[in-house]
């Protein structure tokens, strides 16, 4: 089984509000909030970790759930944001070519 | 034998709206004259405009006001066109061209426009479909989609009440080195962009204390509002026309700053004066 890896795509805009994660694409303005678990995609995207090392690290001990399931659920995540062109989705490893830059509240910038 | 050549008078006008000039250049004095009337309070002697347009006038009737808003840049020129104007501006020489007819609701949409533009680009600031007003020093702003009761509020403001608009707000931070970092420091700006009370605002300015997110029910109360459900309601009461990747982030992120620096609550109230007895 081939393994997945996911980066935050660069278009987009993400701001950390209070613990809520936001996220706007710059091609259309289409604003997201992201859950939890897809917050800790989000942030663990860096093209170069894959998937089921994110989900085994941090979502696992986070909801105490059977790996295999829980790595079942962040890859229909990781396909879905990817349909909303929040993240890049690829079975290699993806190479960042402009990280995108979160902002958490009250951060200057 | 007749002269084939004969000067023509360029007449011109400054508009201020939140401390930027742009000025307005047209041989027809009788338009010239509808901007001084349209603009009043607004008139600026400043020679020295952050943006310069030459109108070009069309017939009358050219065009549907009603058409959809285009906003694109192409090779550092930005367009703007909607069915009754077509506009062009180039920032790095601060000049553009606008052709429409003799009204003032076109160039009203483009001065809306080009000022998007400019606070975008900044990324300190942006125009808000928001009523607003000074009391006692500071600035209330109350935003809402059409209904939601600005020209309401905006009519039932007490005495001492100053109007800024009551339709779209004008918010830019103050970036002067006095200021320091980490107060709040965003202004409010009396805009001539009127909705239904159709009157002016005036042209003043304060430093915003609170952003009321409008709802009319049955009794008058105040909510806190968490940031991330402010910055959802605030960006959908945005006014923001480009198609432009770089400035859609931007104004995100200065959607996302202004709600973690100001506070935002939910005004619900009824529609009576007694509401501004919590205001200010």
Request: hydrophobic residues 20%.
């Given at each position: 089984m081939s393994r997945l890896y996911v980066a935050r795509n660069t278009r987009v805009a993400a701001r950390n509000l209070d613990g809520e994660m936001m996220i706007m694409s710059g091609k259309d303005s289409t604003l997201f909030t992201l859950n939890k678990t897809a917050t800790i995609i989000w942030q663990a995207?860096?093209?170069?970790?894959?998937l089921d090392e994110i989900v085994e690290r941090q979502i696992c001990p986070e909801y105490e759930v059977e790996p295999a399931a829980a790595l079942q659920d962040a890859e229909n995540l990781a396909r879905e944001l990817a349909t909303h062109g929040i993240l890049d989705v690829s079975e290699n490893p993806i190479v960042p070519s402009n990280p995108p830059v979160t902002v958490t509240a009250g951060d200057s910038r | 034998m007749p002269e084939l050549i004969s000067s023509v008078d360029c007449l011109h006008l400054s508009i201020e709206i939140g401390g930027m000039p742009i000025r307005v250049n047209t041989t027809d004095a009788a338009f010239l004259g509808m901007l001084q009337d349209r603009y009043a309070g607004f008139v600026s002697a400043s020679e020295h405009p952050a943006v310069e347009f030459d109108v070009d006038l069309a017939r009358?009737?050219?065009?549907?006001?009603?058409a959809d808003v285009r906003v694109t840049q192409h090779a550092g020129r930005w367009a703007l066109e909607r069915g009754d104007f077509r506009a062009e501006w180039e920032p790095a020489s601060r000049t553009g061209r606008i052709r429409q007819s003799a009204n003032p609701y076109s160039i009203d949409a483009v001065l809306r426009i080009v000022h998007t533009l400019v606070l975008a680009q900044e990324g300190r600031g942006f125009l808000l479909h928001a009523a607003s007003a000074i009391r006692n020093g500071k600035a209330f702003l109350f935003a809402g989609v059409s209904g939601a009761g600005k020209t309401t509020i905006s009519r039932l403001a007490p005495a001492d009440a100053t109007l800024l608009t009551d339709e779209i707000s004008y918010v830019r931070e103050?970036?002067?080195?006095?200021?320091?970092?980490?107060?709040?420091?965003y202004m409010a700006f009396g805009t001539?962009?009127?909705?239904?009370?159709?009157k002016l605002g005036e042209n003043v300015s304060a430093p915003i204390a609170r952003l009321y997110l409008l709802a009319q029910g049955p009794e008058n109360r105040i909510e806190p509002v968490a940031p991330g459900q402010a910055a959802r309601e605030l960006l959908a009461n945005l006014l923001f026309f480009a198609e432009d990747q770089e400035l859609v982030q931007r104004a995100f992120h200065s959607a996302c700053e202004f709600v973690s620096r100001v506070p935002v609550s939910r005004l619900t109230f009824v529609p009576d004066a007694r509401v501004w007895e919590m205001i200010g």
């Open positions: 995207a860096d093209g170069a970790t894959p | 009358p009737g050219s065009g549907d006001p009603g103050d970036v002067r080195k006095d200021v320091r970092k980490q107060d709040n420091r001539p962009f009127t909705g239904e009370l159709a």
